[in-house]
Structure formats: C-alpha cells, structure tokens
C-alpha cells in the first residue's frame, strides 16, 4: 500500500509521520485490500480548544473511505480518525464477503 503524509500549512513532523506510517501498515496487515493512504494534518486556532486535525482518506474497492478528527495533540487526533477508519473498514468487509 503506498501512504502519502501531508503537513497543510505546517512543517513536516518525522515522529508523526513515522508513526502514521507505522500504524497505517498494521491496519494494511488485516485488510490487505487497501490500495492507498493519504494523511492531512492541518492545524486550525480557530476551532474550540482542539485545533489539531487530521484526515485520512483510503482508496479502497468501491467508494473511498474517509475519517477525520479533531483533538489538542496531533497525536491523539491520528488515533481517532483511525479508529474511526477500523470501524469502516470492518464494515466493508463484511458488506465484501456477503456478495
């Protein structure tokens, strides 16, 4: 699976990026029939003492999965929306192995 990793309008964070990686590869493991990651993390001041967001988007058979999540550490925003992509990810198994 390839994993692209953007910094919007931030500077790129290696410890970040590494664990994305990392954690996106033991997801790959399980459901070996996604095709691509793309990680954004974005920061926003404006939004209610969180600001730290990270979306992901997995390019999979049928529509693409999508999740993002909104936290005070980007770290803490990357679990979220992963555990939110597990959730879907699961799913669509199951809708897959039903056909």
């Not at 790959?28 to 954004?40: E, G, H, P, Q, S």
């Not at 974005?42 to 967001?53: A, E, T």
């Not at 993002?68 to 929306?81: G, V």
Request: one cysteine or more; hydrophobic letters at 35%; aromatic letters at 8%.
């Amino acid at each position: 699976m390839k994993t692209d990793v953007h910094f919007v309008k931030l500077s790129t964070d290696k410890s970040i990026e590494a664990l994305t990686v990392k954690k996106l590869h033991s997801i790959t493991k399980k459901y070996d029939w996604v095709i691509k990651a793309d990680v954004f993390f974005k920061q926003d001041p404006s939004s209610d003492g969180k600001g730290k967001i990270c979306d992901i988007r997995l390019s999979v058979p049928g529509p693409e999965i999508f999740a993002s999540s909104d936290e005070t550490s980007f770290e803490a925003s990357l679990a979220e929306t992963l555990g939110n992509i597990r959730k879907q990810l699961n799913k669509r198994k199951h809708q897959m192995s039903t056909h």
